[in-house]
Structure formats: structure tokens, C-alpha cells
């Protein structure tokens, strides 16, 4: 019998595999523990899309996969797998490999689902020193191995990185971008029965969950995630690339994929994407600039995340480098985003409520750089960030909290804190204008949040950052500033309050 964790869910999982003896007629198992619900305060959004890709998931399969509701994990696998011996593919966290680690008669196989095998990175890796690495150089041995826009032993078009085209701000007065509107599945019975059931568990005060549960916005099936890759790459591919860092308040998608929470479902295999959106490009459908920021998000970025979960090994999570111990207050934890005056965190907040969704430079410069500023602890933050994300597993955001959002590895991911003030965010965004806030004050009553705390951080970290060569000049800034004392003691007294 051949185990399916729930992020475990596409074809890719059930080819074939002498490693664990798995065969296409082999018995299938699927375990829908309540536990994973009740140890966390999940988004409702997230909930309801897990449970509905796993059902989904069972219904297709049909007679071959014995479908369990149980407590825990422990408890289905008990009810109808005693002693009989269970295969499962590496998953995806520590806490579950250590789960079925411990079990008796379940032999464990390779991972599958990403284009690397965790021991090449690690040979990789290792020959690099181990602790130094940078996703440009793992970016481009992937490539390089896996013949991602190459011309021979070289890059299409001569360029590794074309992030300098891709670093646009939103076309000036426009609300949306002017592309198709992303794929949008339909709900159908198994969505009605999940949305029963979370309001049950819920009514019984079983579980809790944070955000809003409203019709399902991501695919839960291997045809709606295929569905969305092809809507993608034929109407949304070719605006992604110069856009992909922009924020427009009206349109939280932009020109973005969408296509996280299919890929970490296992809906989707990354090599099927990146060839597809190469495809686009060698035929003339896509330029070469958006192709290659959405291969380096998935064949970078995304590859080089989860080979670091593993490789940093689990005390990583733990990292403080900067030493930040202050608790997420109500308001965050609650994403009671409409208590919030400063417009871009107030957006960021109610799409993360509403969605569950937001892409990545609202996540890392307004949600992540407000947590870094006022000294939250890493550890929270990557907790929440987990929770509150339908795309969001331990995997994706220890490395991607920890270590790139606030830093608190002291480097070993990123050469630098990822924050800025009130500039970046008017200069990438239409949120700035109508604002109660002013990006260009420190201080007084319409001073910035993010402005003041990008100068407060800095001065907090100062002995630290001033040996940063990426980060010695803006420490060095704080030498001409007149009313740092004034930024300190406004900074101090901000507290737990709203901005």
C-alpha cells in the first residue's frame, strides 16, 4: 500500500519506482487527519482548499485508494494498514518525516515534485563551502543541468539575468494591468461538502481559523491546475516579466502565475511549467525577459528553497540572529487589516484575509519588511506566514521567513535585510498617494510607518550593518539625519498599535 500525503497529489507521485517497490497497481492510501487542523490556527481559505484537492484527489482515484478520516495520522494508518507494509515518498517537512520515520513497516522513497535530487544539491552545495550560497549560482547550474534556456553551454540571448528588465513600476494611472484575468475554477459538490463540514468543526469548537473562506480561487484538481498553466502562458506569460515586482491596489494578481498552491499540492510538476513557459518563448508567444523571471521563480527560487530546508537542517527555524523577540500583536494575528491606517500594509492585510493570497513583493517589503522593522520574533512570523498562506508549508517559508523576509540567519541565505522605506513602495506602487502617511516623513503625523522604521532599524543594527558592504552606506546615512533621537523615541512609542 502506497501512501499519498496531501500535498502529495498529482500524477508525478504514482509513476512507478523500484525504490519503494511502488507499481501502477498498487493499493493506494490517503489519510485526512483532524489533528494538522486543530495544532494550528490555519486560514479558512487554506483549510478549505487542502481538504478539497484531497477529496477531489480520492474521488478520482476511486477503488484503488482507501480514503481514511481519522484524528491522526497515527490512528488511520492503524485502522486499516496495521502490519501491513506501507511505501511513502520523502515528505515534505521534518515533523512528518519524522512521523513516518517512527512507524513500523513504512519504507520511505525519494522525493519527487522538484527538479533536484536532495543529494546532488548537497554535493553541490558542500563544494561551495556550505555556508555562503547564493540562488544566482544554484540558478544557474540548474539550467545549466536541466537545459532550461540554453543555447549549448550558454544562455538564450546571452544574459543569465534579466532581472534589470523586470524591475518595472506599474504603468502610470492605471488601476489593473491591462491582461486577462487569471483562471478561476468553479466549486462543485466536493467544495459544498468540505465548506459543511470546516463550519461544523468549527460550530463544535473543534478547530478555529483565521481569514475568510469565499469561493475557491485555486485549482484543486490536476485539469484545473493544468488549466491554469495554460491560461497563464497564453494570456498572462508575456506582461509578467517587467511587472513582476509592481503593486497596484486594485489588482492584487498583477500578471502573476497563481500557480504556487497547485505546485506545493503536487498538482503540478515544475519541470511541466518551466517547459511550458519555455515553449512559449522558442515559438514566439512570450518574450524572453517574463520567460526567464518565471523560470528563475520556479527553477530558481523555489528549487533553491526547499534543497536549503534540507540541507540548513531543522535548528535552522531557529535562527535569531538579530535577536528580535517581540510578539505579533492581536491585530496582525487576527489580519484585522481594517484597524490599519497606512495603505499598503491595510491592502497586503485584507488580501491576505480575503485570499489568502499575495504575491511576493507585498510579502516580503510590506508584510515581511513591517515584521523586520519592529523586531518581531522570526519564529512568529514564519508561523503565521505558514498558516495564513494557501501556498504556505513548512518548507516554503522557514528559508523564505527565516532567512530572506527577516534575516534572522544573520546572511547565510541573502547578502542582506530585505527592507526599505516609504520610497520603494510610492516608487512600485499606486498605494502611497491617497495615504494618511507621507513616504518621504520620518516624523510627525503623517510620518511613514515603514520610513521611520527603515532609519530605526538600521540604527538598532547599526554595529552590525555597518560591516555589511551592501548595507555600510545607508548605515552611514544615519550620520546626516537631524532628527534621528526624534525617530527613536517616535519608534520606542510606537508599540503594538495599528500604523
Not at 491582461?179 to 469548537?205: I, Q, T
Request: aromatic share 10%; glycine share 8%; hydrophobic share 40%.
Amino acid at each position: 500500500m502506497h501512501w499519498l500525503f496531501g500535498d502529495q497529489l498529482g500524477p508525478h507521485f504514482l509513476l512507478p519506482s523500484e525504490d519503494i517497490g511502488l507499481t501502477r497497481d498498487t493499493p493506494l492510501l490517503m489519510i485526512e487527519a483532524r489533528s494538522v487542523f486543530r495544532r494550528r490556527r490555519f486560514h479558512r481559505a487554506k483549510a478549505h482548499l487542502v481538504l478539497s484537492a484531497m477529496r477531489h484527489r480520492a474521488a478520482e482515484l476511486g477503488d484503488r485508494v482507501t480514503y481514511v478520516r481519522a484524528d491522526t495520522y497515527r490512528e488511520g494508518l492503524a485502522r486499516v494498514a496495521a502490519g501491513a507494509e506501507v511505501t511513502v515518498h520523502h515528505p515534505t517537512s521534518y515533523a512528518a518525516l519524522r512521523l513516518v520515520r517512527s512507524l513500523p513497516d513504512v519504507a520511505v522513497g525519494p522525493a519527487r515534485g522538484f527538479l533536484v535530487p536532495t543529494a546532488d544539491f548537497t554535493t553541490w552545495a558542500d563544494g561551495h563551502g556550505g555556508r555562503r550560497l547564493r540562488q544566482e549560482d544554484f540558478y544557474r547550474w540548474v539550467r545549466r543541468g536541466h537545459d532550461l534556456l540554453m543555447d549549448g553551454d550558454q544562455p538564450v540571448g546571452g544574459r543569465w539575468n534579466l532581472d534589470h528588465d523586470n524591475r518595472r513600476p506599474p504603468p502610470r494611472g492605471a488601476a489593473v494591468l491591462p491582461v486577462a484575468a487569471p483562471y478561476r475554477p468553479r466549486e462543485d459538490a466536493v467544495d459544498d461538502e468540505v465548506r459543511h463540514d470546516l463550519d461544523l468543526w468549527e460550530k463544535d469548537g473543534d478547530v478555529s481559523f483565521v481569514g475568510r473562506d469565499g469561493p475557491r480561487l485555486f485549482p484543486a484538481t490536476r485539469a484545473e491546475a493544468r488549466t491554469a498553466l495554460r491560461h497563464f502562458v497564453e494570456h498572462r506569460l508575456g506582461a509578467f516579466g517587467p511587472f513582476e515586482d509592481a503593486m497596484l491596489a486594485a489588482d492584487p494578481a498583477m500578471s502573476h502565475s497563481l500557480l504556487s498552491s497547485s505546485l506545493n499540492l503536487g498538482l503540478l510538476d515544475p519541470a511541466e511549467c518551466v517547459e511550458s513557459a519555455e515553449a512559449a518563448w522558442r515559438a514566439g508567444r512570450a518574450p524572453l525577459n517574463s520567460v526567464e523571471g518565471f523560470v528563475r521563480q520556479i527553477a530558481g527560487w523555489r528549487e533553491y528553497v526547499w534543497q536549503l530546508y534540507w540541507y540548513f537542517g531543522e535548528d535552522y527555524r531557529h535562527s535569531n540572529a538579530l535577536r528580535h523577540f517581540a510578539p505579533l500583536p492581536d491585530w496582525w494575528s487576527d489580519l484585522d487589516a481594517d484597524d490599519v491606517r497606512a495603505r499598503c500594509l491595510r491592502t497586503a492585510l485584507a488580501q491576505v484575509r480575503d485570499t489568502g493570497w499575495t504575491h511576493h513583493i507585498p510579502r516580503l517589503m510590506i508584510l515581511g519588511g513591517y515584521a523586520l522593522q519592529r523586531g518581531w520574533d522570526p519564529a512568529a512570523v514564519t508561523d503565521w506566514f505558514h498558516r495564513c498562506f494557501v501556498d504556505g508549508y513548512d518548507w516554503v517559508m522557514v528559508p523564505n521567513v527565516v532567512g530572506m523576509s527577516q534575516y534572522a540567519d544573520g546572511g547565510r541565505m541573502t547578502t542582506k535585510p530585505y527592507t526599505s522605506g516609504g520610497a520603494y513602495v510610492n516608487r512600485m506602487s499606486d498605494l502611497c498617494g491617497p495615504c494618511v502617511h507621507r513616504p518621504g516623513d520620518r516624523t510627525g503625523a503623517h510620518a511613514c510607518p515603514y520610513t521611520a522604521g527603515y532609519w530605526a532599524f538600521l540604527d538598532r543594527h547599526r554595529s552590525l550593518l555597518e560591516r555589511n558592504h551592501r548595507t555600510a552606506r545607508a548605515v552611514r546615512g544615519l550620520d546626516r539625519l537631524a532628527d534621528l533621537d526624534e525617530v527613536r523615541r517616535q519608534e520606542g512609542a510606537r508599540g503594538d498599535t495599528p500604523p
